[in-house]
């Protein structure tokens, strides 16, 4: 049976774009794959406590909402916080959670990072990043003229680095492979599919005499 929707806000849901679902969809499975891995984080040292009996690792919160730059478009991202009270008895340090999905001062995924560059060596000018991205991602944030323009100074000391590095403990092999260039006879100008028996590769049999 078919039903007319009234109610605005479940309009508005059916006429959600396309780009809007995927950014919607991947700022979901962020959010769980982070509470799962913070949750394996806490379980593996549920035993630790201290002389009162309070856990070691446990629960903090959650930190600031921010926009991530994905290939699905910008993403909000609430990062859960651990609050991990062990300590390093050699260093005396503090120990801390470092998350293997989301470090912590991650505003782009590598695979936009690895984007940038590419853009940039294609003519893109750093004044273009922003209009250009913010259509793409859907926001600029992490992607304005000020970070390209770090970016590429940080690209052009890699690319120093690179080109004055230490070659004597390196050994490189090379390997040549000749080419094998098939030339074909030419086919007759009346248009035949088959090249005439003339310009055949293969020598004419000559009859007995």
């Not at 769980?32 to 984080?41: P, Q, T």
């Not at 916080?81 to 991650?106: E, Y």
Request: net charge neutral; proline share 6%; hydrophobic share 40%.
């Amino acid at each position: 049976m078919l039903s007319v929707i009234t109610d605005e806000a479940a309009r508005s849901e059916l006429t959600v774009s396309l780009d809007e679902l995927c950014r919607e969809g991947a700022r979901r499975m962020l959010a769980v794959a982070l509470e799962v891995e913070v949750d394996a984080y806490i379980a593996g040292f549920a035993e630790l406590a201290d002389e009162r009996g309070h856990r070691l690792v446990r629960r903090n919160g959650h930190a600031p909402a921010r926009q991530l730059a994905t290939g699905a478009g910008q993403v909000e991202v609430v990062r859960p916080r651990v609050d991990d009270r062990r300590v390093d008895p050699a260093t005396g340090q503090r120990a801390q959670f470092h998350s293997q999905i989301l470090p912590r001062w991650w505003r782009r995924s590598p695979k936009v990072a690895a984007v940038l560059p590419l853009l940039y060596l294609h003519g893109l000018s750093s004044q273009d990043f922003v209009p250009a991205l913010t259509e793409l991602f859907g926001g600029a944030a992490g992607l304005s003229a000020s970070v390209v323009t770090r970016l590429c100074t940080q690209w052009q000391a890699e690319y120093q680095a690179f080109a004055q590095r230490d070659l004597a403990e390196v050994d490189y092999v090379y390997c040549w492979a000749d080419g094998v260039v098939r030339h074909e006879a030419p086919y007759n100008r009346a248009g035949c599919k088959s090249p005439p028996a003339v310009c055949r590769s293969r020598p004419p049999k000559l009859g007995a005499a």
